[in-house]
C-alpha cells in the first residue's frame, strides 16, 4: 500500500503507511504533536506472521529524523542478524523472499545472505593477500562481483573482520600481512 503523507494543517503533519511483508501486516503512522513543538510521535502496529502483537512508540524532536533512519535500519538490522534472520534493505523484501527467485533486476546473487565462516575466511585470505598498490575500490569491486554481493557488503564485512577496507593487505592500526 503506498505512502499517505497528509497535511492536517499549517503546523501538524501526518504520514501512515500499511505494509504486508511475509504473512505479517505493520502500520506505522508519524505524525508532528500539537502539543509540543518540533516533536515527532511514531507509533508501530502489527501482527506478525504467527499473530504475535507488535506495538511500539517512539518520539523526539523533529531535527533527530535524519538519524533516526539510520540507527533503527542498524540496530534492528543487526538484531535481526543476531537471531539468525536475514535481512534485504529493500523495504517488504526478505532474504526469502529472493531465495524464491523474486530478486530485483540488478541486484547480486548473495545479497543479503549471511556470511558464512568460510566465506569469511576466504575474504580474509583474498584482501591480506593483495597488493596495496592496486587499490582499495578495484578490489573491492572485483571481490563483491565474484562472491555476488554489493561492494557496501563487501566493505561492511571488511571492517568487522578489522580489515581497512581503504588499504588492501592492511589491517585497522596499520599491521599488515599475518
Given at each position: ?22 504473512g ?19 507509533d ?41 534472520v ?93
Open positions: 500500500m503506498p505512502a499517505t503523507p497528509a497535511r492536517r494543517d499549517s503546523a501538524q503533519v501526518q504520514f501512515t503507511r500499511e505494509l504486508d511483508v511475509d505479517a501486516h505493520y502500520q506505522v503512522t508519524a505524525a508532528t504533536s500539537a502539543e509540543l513543538a518540533d516533536t515527532i510521535v511514531i508501530v502496529l502489527g501482527a506478525g506472521p504467527n499473530g504475535e502483537a507488535i506495538q511500539g512508540t517512539l518520539t523526539g524532536p523533529t531535527s533527530a529524523l535524519a538519524h533516526l533512519g539510520p540507527l533503527l535500519d542498524q540496530v534492528l538490522g543487526g538484531l535481526a542478524q543476531a537471531h539468525g536475514a535481512v534485504d534493505r529493500t523495504l517488504g523484501a526478505t532474504a526469502a523472499t529472493r531465495r524464491r527467485g523474486d530478486r530485483r533486476a540488478g541486484t547480486p546473487r548473495n545479497a543479503g545472505q549471511p556470511w558464512t565462516d568460510e566465506l569469511k575466511a576466504d575474504l580474509d585470505r583474498r584482501w591480506r593477500a593483495a597488493d596495496p598498490a592496486a587499490g582499495a575500490e578495484p578490489l573491492i569491486s572485483t571481490i563483491a562481483e565474484e562472491l555476488g554481493r554489493t561492494r557496501e557488503s563487501i566493505r561492511s564485512q571488511l571492517q568487522r573482520q578489522h580489515l581497512d577496507p581503504d588499504r588492501p593487505g592492511s589491517t585497522f592500526g596499520g599491521a599488515g600481512r599475518p
